[in-house]
């Protein structure tokens, strides 16, 4: 959330044209504690919205996105999600 708050900022101000704002999550090392493995999925998995549901399971990933003002994307014909 800083990130996109800061490519926002940078955006607004005209400071860039285009800003690229990620976060990555790794796991750097096992569960270890037992109040953390108390919470994990037996199975590994999570199960979202499921009623079989038991807990949540450690993932690594990272999540990406390229900001642009509207009327610039508009204007370079951009693809606008």
Do not use: Q, W
Request: proline share 1%.
């Amino acid at each position: 959330m800083v990130a996109v708050g800061l490519a926002v900022s940078s955006l607004r101000r005209h400071k860039t044209e285009m800003a690229i704002a990620c976060g990555v999550n790794l796991i750097l090392r096992p569960v270890e504690h037992e109040t953390m493995a108390a919470f994990c999925a037996k199975d590994g998995r999570s199960k979202t919205f499921d009623a079989g549901a038991n807990g949540f399971g450690r993932a690594e990933g990272v999540g990406v996105l390229v900001l642009k003002r509207l009327n610039d994307a508009i204007r370079d014909g951009d693809n606008i999600r």
